[in-house]
């Protein structure tokens, strides 16, 4: 599958009217610079992914994580570890340090990569930042405005953490609660499959979240309504910031050691958007979730009251 196509951002105040049900994208902007403005009006607001190329590039994260860091900084941490055996999750406890042993043991290239990577152990969404909220200080500047601001004076506490060897798969799927992902890549390189949200009927859902088709390899004999999708590849490296909107199917394979983490956050349209969709398979923690963030977003509860009903999301396995 080819490399997607990148496009240079829209003039300022362009604006692309598209909605989370009709948006399709042909193209993935590259930006090398973005103004808070510009990125409400033509991503979040277009619901179109972008990717600021080097945008936490100056971090003193993206010169000092990795998997010898973490051994050393916080290696007696016990964190989830995941594996997907025949397309369920499997959760096991490793200690930090283990688990970047593990990583480190690994191979280095794609010629010692077990063609079943998808079954690899991997750690990935937990709230490692929230844990050691040293490791904040070491993101900066970060762009908390580009966030709503029930997030932005604790943002830390809202990231998830991804590391894991090279050839570590996500399959295909969207993230849970309908919110926007603002994604940094710290060290290694990832390959990202992204999918326009209109185009979740062509991929074989599985339950709430979860695809059958494997867009690295599609079964078309299968699945032959997914030749109507539009997917789009694009390497997301060590330095970048990704964005993806809400509902976009992304599919993710580490084509190195990789380290990144994200934030899951909502807009007062897009809580309200995901409310709309609670009767339709929603997981009940979901709306729960997806409630306690309205009543932060739009009822203006303060955090000290929601984020500890918010806190388990974190660690919620979907």
């Given amino acids: 599958m080819a490399e997607a196509k990148v496009t240079s951002a829209p003039p300022p105040g362009h604006r692309v009217l ?9 193209s993935i902007p590259t930006v090398t610079q973005l103004s808070d403005q510009d990125f409400v009006t033509n991503y979040v607001d277009a619901m179109s992914p972008v990717i600021l190329r080097g945008g936490c590039s100056d971090w003193i994260a993206c010169q000092r ?12 941490l016990s964190v989830t570890v995941k594996t997907l ?18 990583i480190m043991a690994q191979p280095s290239s ?31 500047p ?36 309908l919110s926007h992902n603002l ?15 209109k185009h979740a009927e062509f991929c074989g859902r599985r339950g709430w979240r979860w695809f059958d088709i494997d867009p690295e390899q599609p079964d078309y004999l299968r699945f032959p309504q997914y ?24 599919h993710v394979r580490s084509l ?32 729960h979730y997806n409630a306690i963030t309205a009543l932060a977003l739009i009822a203006k509860i303060p955090e000290p009251i929601t984020f500890p009903l918010y806190q388990p999301y974190l660690s919620y396995v979907s």
Avoid at 65 to 76: E, L, N, R, T
Avoid at 144 to 160: A, G, K, P
Avoid at 227 to 249: K, S, W
């Fill in 183 to 197: 994604f940094f890549q710290i060290y290694g390189a990832k390959k990202f499959i992204i999918i326009p949200p």
């Fill in 110 to 140: 794609a010629d010692g990569v077990s063609s079943d990577a998808a079954a690899m152990p991997y750690c990935h969404d937990i709230p490692l930042l929230g844990l050691v909220p040293s490791l904040a200080e070491d993101c900066q």
């Fill in 227 to 250: 030749r109507q999708a539009t997917p789009l590849v694009i390497t997301v490296n060590a330095g970048d910031i990704l964005y993806m909107p809400p509902g976009t199917l992304h």
């Fill in 85 to 102: 055996k025949s397309g369920q999750i499997e959760v096991s406890s490793w200690r930090l340090a283990d688990y970047a042993r593990f």
């Fill in 256 to 287: 190195s050691a990789s380290i990144s983490f994200n934030i899951d956050w909502h807009t007062e349209r897009s809580v309200l958007e995901a409310l709309t969709q609670s009767s339709k398979e929603m997981p009940r923690e979901v709306v």
């Fill in 18 to 26: 598209s909605t989370l049900q009709n948006a399709g994208w042909s």
């Fill in 142 to 177: 970060f762009p908390v405005t580009f966030l709503s601001s029930w997030y932005r004076q604790h943002w830390w506490r809202y990231t998830q953490f991804f590391m894991g060897p090279i050839g570590t798969v996500t399959p295909l799927h969207f993230d849970t609660l």
């Fill in 65 to 76: 994580w990795s998997p010898q860091y973490f051994d050393q900084v916080a290696g007696s």
